[in-house]
């Protein structure tokens, strides 16, 4: 199949293309770099044509609450058009794991409407949920860093390495519209703080965890159930486990 993958040159969707690929598709990276801009349009009728499927794993440059809404509408909003008009068999999109359930979040309650035009749109459609990637969790630690202390609260975190996300929305891209979502998470469901404390233990980094119910994450106090996968949700749970991946990153910089 022709596929093309926006947001193709992103952490996410470089490794779509790579196992697109290797499953013998003709997978097409799409991006502001390769001249398409999805919020205004510019380059994706062209980009679009002859594609099978579409996998949007794009992400807003900006995460302040209206600039986030508008990069995640507009941008829905034009593929979805685009598809319609070239015939596309299957959209799939990237979404978070308890998007709905965190409504003070800006960039929580963009992804909920982008998630709502797909499903209204009557294109069909797969939505992968995931839960927040390894790769971001020393972002979060930077983000809630005050001098040597790092405030965060202890609302359960299950994260997930960014290759298990690959491989979930590579399965969903291969396979038949679910018009429906599909929720994916790690393996080790731990207190936001006692995850950064894990990562600080095993990177050396002296900062102090600090404990803090009212620490918001991205604009939402988060609690057992706001980011994780709930039970009636049936989430896929992918094996690579954080200590295991922190391993083979400290190798790899060795190197």
């Not at 952490?11 to 398409?36: D, F, M």
């Amino acid at each position: 199949m022709r596929i093309l993958v926006i947001g193709g040159s992103g952490l996410i969707g470089s490794q779509v293309i790579a196992n697109l690929t290797e499953l013998g598709h003709e997978a097409v990276s799409a991006s502001p770099r390769s001249g398409v801009d999805t919020v205004t349009g510019e380059g994706l009728a062209e980009a679009i044509a002859g594609a099978h499927t579409v996998v949007d794993v794009s992400n807003s440059p900006s995460f302040d609450d209206e600039p986030v809404m508008h990069f995640f509408t507009a941008s829905t909003r034009n593929i979805l058009a685009a598809e319609r008009a070239a015939g596309v068999q299957h959209h799939v999109a990237l979404s978070i794991v308890g998007a709905d359930r965190a409504p003070d979040s800006g960039y929580m309650r963009a992804k909920v409407a982008q998630e709502k035009l797909i499903e209204e749109s009557g294109n069909p459609y797969s939505i992968v949920r995931a839960t927040q990637f390894f790769e971001f969790v020393d972002g979060i630690a930077d983000s809630a860093t005050d001098g040597n202390t790092v405030r965060l609260p202890h609302g359960a975190f299950q994260p997930i390495a960014a290759k298990d996300v690959a491989t979930a929305v590579t399965g969903a891209t291969v396979s038949e519209p679910i018009n429906g979502i599909i929720n994916i998470a790690g393996p080790e469901k731990l207190g936001m703080d006692d995850f950064v404390r894990n990562r600080f233990a095993a990177s050396g980094d002296p900062r102090q965890v600090v404990t803090d119910p009212t620490a918001p994450y991205f604009g939402e106090v988060i609690d057992e159930h706001t980011i994780v996968p709930l039970d009636s949700e049936d989430a896929t749970i992918y094996p690579t486990r954080f200590t295991d991946w922190m391993a083979a990153r400290a190798t790899g910089e060795a190197h």
